[in-house]
Structure formats: structure tokens, C-alpha cells
């Protein structure tokens, strides 16, 4: 029924409650959302169409439908997509859910902006660790990467585990250094990484800066920083001190070795 369509919309609180209808053989019969912008209602009962990423069916479910696990979210730096990345974890479509996502992520950006790019991973995003972003171009197929943080929804059993930080006293990045660890790009992240290592400062000065490594890093064994500068080259050293997220295997036997200040810090 039309006016059930736009119930359900509303019980789910989608940006669009008013369903356009149509008889499309292209798209799943019924109520339907789409590109996660319009609702839509199709009343071509002999269309075959499945629900699929861009086409989201809206369906109705008996109480005995509800999920046993809640849904968590994950930030992916690598894959094609998220399920891609992980095979228990979704895209975000829905531009709502995107500035949910982020807000349960605690990112400093929980308001979207929204865009048709064919560079960025489509749905929701997170660039350069700053911005929160929404990819309504569902042509795109740029893949989650470090400076454009596919934001996913993955269901209970999909709860990352707690991931190593380690200090990299060398090295061109993060990754360069060990295959298995990866550069913080976000500020908040940076504060609880150093936290987890018990630095002396857990509380970074943010910039940008061509000189030292981009991301997380630790300044002449006294200073916290987190550089947004994502075109710096610099690479991890003893007085810039990159510090990483590694995978459970790559848990370090020991942190580097403190640095010895010169007699004016930086």
C-alpha cells in the first residue's frame, strides 16, 4: 500500500517520507529507497528487479524478525568496499545514518557534507581524518583508503578487537615501516593512542606541517602532535616519532627507546 510506504519511511526516519510512484521494471516492486536520497513506490507488480545498494527495499517484519546482535560501526583505510573489507559489514547509504555513524564513532565531524564524486568511496566517508562526507554517486568506484575512511555498519559479531599502538622511529610512513600498521589520521585517535602508551602528553597541538610526518607523531619525547597537513612527505624519525595502529599480530615486544631531548624543544 502507498500511505504504508510512507509510514515505514517515517518509523525509519529517512530523509524523504513522501513516496513518488511509478511502474518501473528497472526497480524492486513495492516500497523502495533510492540512492539513499528518494522514496519511491512501484506499482509494477510484474517487475523482477531485486533489491539492491542504490534500489533499498523497505520491507515490513514480524516481531520475531529482530535482530539477536546490535550493529557496530567501523572506520575501513583499505578495500574496494566495506563488505569488501569485511564480509559482515555494509556500506551507509542513507544520508541520516551516515551523521549517526559518526557520532557513535565519537568523530570530530558528525554533520555530513554531501557530494557526487568519482574520486571518494561512495556513502559515508571520513577524509583526511577532518571531514565527514556523504557520496550520493553510486557510479563511483574508489575504494576505502587512509585519507578517505569508508564509514561501515557491520553487525555484532564484526566488534574490532583493541589494536596495538607502536612509536616508528623510521620509516616513510606508518605502513612503510610495518606492513600491518597504519598512520592515525584522526585527532581524537592521536589523544587516545598516546593515552594507551602512557606518553607524557596525551593531549596533541594540531598544524600543518611539511617538515614531520603526517597524521599521529610524538615531537623530541615531550610533545603530542597531530598534523593535518596530508601532503607532507617527511617520514617517521627519532625526534618525530610516528605513532601507529597495528593489527593484533603485529603487537610489539617493546616501544622505542625514549629520545633525549636537545636543550630547546621544539
Request: hydrophobic content about 35%; charged content about 10%; overall charge negative.
Amino acid at each position: 500500500m502507498q500511505e504504508e510506504c510512507n509510514a515505514a519511511a517515517t518509523a525509519l526516519s529517512l530523509s524523504d517520507t513522501w513516496n513518488d510512484a511509478g511502474d518501473w521494471g528497472i526497480y524492486p516492486k513495492g516500497c523502495f529507497f533510492t540512492k539513499g536520497i528518494n522514496l519511491k513506490w512501484n506499482y509494477g507488480m510484474g517487475s523482477t528487479a531485486p533489491c539492491a545498494e542504490a534500489s533499498q527495499c523497505i520491507c515490513k517484519c514480524s516481531g520475531t524478525a529482530a535482530p539477536t546482535g546490535r550493529q557496530t560501526q567501523q572506520l575501513m583505510t583499505s578495500g574496494a568496499s566495506c563488505s569488501a573489507a569485511n564480509p559482515v559489514c555494509e556500506t551507509i547509504y542513507m544520508q541520516e545514518e551516515c551523521n549517526a555513524a559518526a557520532t557513535a564513532l565519537s568523530l570530530s565531524d558528525t554533520w555530513n557534507d554531501a557530494g557526487d564524486w568519482g574520486t571518494h568511496p561512495k556513502g559515508c566517508f571520513f577524509t583526511k581524518g577532518i571531514n565527514l562526507k556523504w557520496n550520493y554517486g553510486m557510479g563511483s568506484t574508489a575504494p576505502c583508503a587512509e585519507a578517505s575512511q569508508c564509514i561501515c555498519k557491520c553487525s555484532g559479531t564484526a566488534a574490532p578487537t583493541a589494536r596495538p599502538r607502536q612509536l616508528m622511529t623510521s620509516g616513510a610512513s606508518c605502513s612503510a615501516a610495518n606492513p600491518v600498521c597504519e598512520t592515525i589520521y584522526m585527532q581524537e585517535e592521536c589523544n587516545a593512542a598516546a593515552t594507551a602508551l602512557s606518553l607524557s602528553d596525551t593531549q596533541n597541538a594540531e598544524g600543518n606541517w611539511g617538515t614531520h610526518p603526517k597524521g599521529c607523531f610524538f615531537m623530541n619525547g615531550i610533545n603530542l602532535k597531530w598534523n593535518y597537513g596530508m601532503g607532507s612527505t617527511a617520514p617517521c624519525a627519532e625526534a618525530s616519532q610516528c605513532i601507529c595502529k597495528c593489527s593484533a599480530t603485529a603487537a610489539p615486544t617493546g616501544i622505542a627507546s625514549p629520545w633525549v631531548p636537545p636543550s630547546s624543544a621544539w
